[in-house]
Nanobody, 113 residues
Framework: VQLQASGGGLVQAGGSLRLSCAAS????????MGWYRQAPGKQRELVAT???????NYADSVKGRFTISRDIAKNTVYLQMNSLKPEDTAVYYC????????WGQGTLVTVSS
C-alpha cells in the first residue's frame, strides 16, 4: 500500500491548511487511517484517526481545531487544520492500518508566529 501525503506548507499562526493522504488501496478496507506528526527533537505522536466505521479520535492538543475526514470514492483521507499554532509545526505523516501498518512519506507544516 502506498500513501501519498500532500498539502503541507508555511502558514501564519491562526491560519488553516488541509492535508490530503491518497492511498493506493481502498481505504474502507483499512481498520484505521490516521495522521501523526513529528516535531524536531520529539517523538512521533498521534494527531487524529478515523476507523472503518467513521469513528474519530483526536489528540487533546488538536481537539476543536483539527478535523479528520475521508472520501472513500477517492481513497483519500483529509486533515483540516484550523487555528494553527506554532507548536503545530511538524512533519505530518499518514498511516494506514490494513493487514499491517503503512506510512506515507510525510509533509512539512510550518506555522510562524
Amino acid at each position: 500500500v502506498q500513501l501519498q501525503a500532500s498539502g503541507g506548507g508555511l502558514v501564519q499562526a491562526g491560519g488553516s491548511l488541509r492535508l490530503s493522504c491518497a492511498a493506493s488501496r481502498n481505504i474502507f478496507s483499512a481498520n484505521t487511517m490516521g495522521w501523526y506528526r513529528q516535531a524536531p527533537g520529539k517523538q512521533r505522536e498521534l494527531v487524529a484517526t478515523i476507523t472503518r466505521h467513521s469513528n474519530t479520535n483526536y489528540a487533546d492538543s488538536v481537539k476543536g481545531r483539527f478535523t479528520i475526514s475521508r472520501d472513500i470514492a477517492k481513497n483519500t483521507v483529509y486533515l483540516q487544520m484550523n487555528s494553527l499554532k506554532p507548536e503545530d509545526t511538524a512533519v505530518y505523516y499518514c498511516r494506514g492500518n490494513y493487514d499491517r501498518d503503512y506510512w506515507g512519506q510525510g509533509t512539512l507544516v510550518t506555522v510562524s508566529s
